[in-house]
C-alpha cells in the first residue's frame, strides 16, 4: 500500500481541523525547531504528515520568526499558512492568529498542536478525533500512564475564550476551566510526551530511532 492508498484508507470525514504553532523563535534549541529533521523529515512535515493520515483536511500553520526561511524550506503547499507578526507577545497570540483564519467557516473542534512535538503518531490524532466525535465533550487530552501530553482537542465553545485571553495567559488556563468537562484518552504513544526544546532532547529524541 503506498502513502495515497494508505491515507485514502485511514481518512473520514469530519469538521475538526488543526493548528500547529510553529511561530517562536526557538531560543533554547538555536536553530528553527520546525525545521529540525526527524525520521527524515522535518518536524513540521512529521505533524503535518500525522494529520493528514489521520484524516484532518484543513490544517493551519502559524509561523513568526524565520517564517520565510521555513516556507522556502518545507512544502507548505497543501496547508494553510498565516504568519503572525505579533509572535514576540508569545504563544497564545499565534494561536489566536491560527483561530482567526477559522473564523469564516469554524470547525466543530481543532487540534492544537506544538512544533516541538514531532513524533505524534497518526493514530493518537485519529483516536482523539474519535473520542471527539462520540462524547461531545469540550476538551480531548491523551495520556500515556497518567501523564497528560500533545496535542490537545478542544471543542467550538472554546474558541471564544481563547479568543479572549490577554497575551501573558496561556491556552491552557482556559482548558483548566474544562477539567470536569475533559475526556482523557489513554494512548500507548510515547510521542505525545516528547518535548524538544532544548540540544539535548533533540539528541534523545534521534538517538532513539
Do not use: W
Amino acid at each position: 500500500m503506498n502513502a495515497d492508498q494508505e491515507f485514502a484508507a485511514t481518512s473520514f470525514t469530519t469538521n475538526v481541523a488543526a493548528v500547529i504553532l510553529a511561530a517562536g523563535e526557538s531560543s533554547r534549541m538555536g536553530a528553527d525547531k520546525a525545521l529540525l529533521v526527524y525520521r527524515g523529515k522535518t518536524f513540521l512535515e512529521n505533524i503535518i504528515g500525522a494529520l493528514r493520515h489521520a484524516g484532518v483536511r484543513r490544517v493551519i500553520v502559524v509561523l513568526g520568526h524565520n517564517s520565510d526561511l521555513i516556507q522556502q524550506s518545507v512544502d507548505l503547499s497543501e496547508v494553510e499558512v498565516v504568519v503572525n507578526h505579533d509572535y514576540r507577545r508569545g504563544q497564545t497570540s499565534s494561536l489566536q492568529a491560527g483561530l482567526r483564519m477559522l473564523a469564516a467557516s469554524e470547525p466543530d473542534g481543532i487540534v492544537l498542536c506544538l512544533a516541538d512535538h514531532p513524533a505524534i503518531s497518526s493514530d493518537t490524532m485519529r483516536n482523539l478525533i474519535q473520542h471527539f466525535m462520540s462524547t461531545g465533550k469540550p476538551v480531548i487530552v491523551p495520556q500515556m500512564r497518567g501523564k497528560h501530553g500533545h496535542p490537545v482537542l478542544v471543542g467550538r465553545e472554546v474558541f471564544s475564550q481563547i479568543a479572549a485571553l490577554g497575551p501573558d495567559q496561556g491556552a491552557d488556563t482556559v482548558v483548566h476551566k474544562y477539567r470536569n468537562r475533559t475526556e482523557f484518552v489513554e494512548v500507548a504513544d510515547p510521542g505525545i510526551l516528547i518535548d524538544v526544546d532544548e540540544p539535548e532532547s533533540y539528541l534523545h529524541l534521534t538517538a532513539q530511532r
